[in-house]
């Protein structure tokens, strides 16, 4: 058995603080599918393959070896046995991560990988599309928001701190884009399941935020 928190929400919205946070105050396995995804933008980076080349990238996607390494201080991300967790967050990666993570292929290939990563466990998972389509029948099922200059302005402070230069009008324009294309995706897009409980992140800080999770979590019942 396993229990299963999923967070959904656009970029931005503080997911992946929110899910590390919970993850180490309730002892819960923290998955990022995000990171899996972002995997294959970089194989198709350092392959030197072509966004309209959906077999060679689909191809990519069946065959690189993804390993998710959880640690206090957060995940180590390895791609085919290297440490790519920085690399994964550059600018390059960025750019592409949407469009690749639209090929239906590729999709439902990382799915069943982030599926097989949580059998048995009890896990927070956050992406776009954890309680609509990864993990319909999640114990716990949330939808993290924000303005788009709040979410623009955490990104950016974000890339700050990890030395990515990006200027905040390109971090804006490209969450903008990312947000048309998640909404728009044949698999997967990115939407409000109906029992999600949504939280407004806008105006609220981080520690606001996950005891408002917790207190969810905790009503959902008793930790398996």
């Excluded at 923290?30 to 995997?39: A, E, K, L, M, P």
């Excluded at 959906?54 to 290297?82: R, S």
């Excluded at 993290?144 to 955490?154: G, V």
């Excluded at 409980?197 to 207190?215: A, F, G, Q």
Aim: hydrophobic share 40%; aromatic share 4%; net charge positive.
């Amino acid at each position: 058995m396993s229990f299963i928190v999923g967070i959904d929400g656009p970029a931005g919205s503080g997911k992946g603080t929110i899910a590390k946070r919970i993850a180490n105050e309730l002892g819960l396995i923290n998955i990022d599918t995000g990171s899996t995804y972002r995997c294959v933008a970089l194989e198709v980076l350092n392959q030197k393959v072509l966004l309209n080349d959906k077999k060679k990238i689909i191809n990519i996607a069946k065959n690189i070896q993804i390993d998710i390494q959880n640690k206090q201080d957060g995940d180590i991300v390895f791609l085919n046995g290297k440490d790519v967790t920085k690399d994964i967050r550059l600018k390059e990666v960025t750019k592409i991560v949407s469009p690749v993570s639209s090929i239906k292929e590729v999709r439902l290939i990382m799915v069943e990988l982030q599926r097989k990563f949580a059998q048995g466990k009890n896990i927070i998972m956050e992406g776009r599309d954890i309680c609509t389509y990864v993990f319909p029948n999640a114990d716990v099922k949330i939808y993290l928001d924000a303005t788009l200059e709040q979410r623009a302005k955490r990104r950016y402070k974000e890339n700050q701190e990890k030395n990515i230069k990006m200027t905040y009008k390109e971090v804006l324009e490209n969450i903008k884009k990312r947000d048309e294309n998640d909404k728009n995706k044949e698999i997967g897009s990115l939407k409000m399941a109906k029992d999600s409980i949504l939280i407004d992140t806008t105006n609220l800080t981080i520690d606001e935020v996950v005891k408002k999770v917790i207190e969810i979590i905790k009503q959902a019942g008793e930790i398996k």
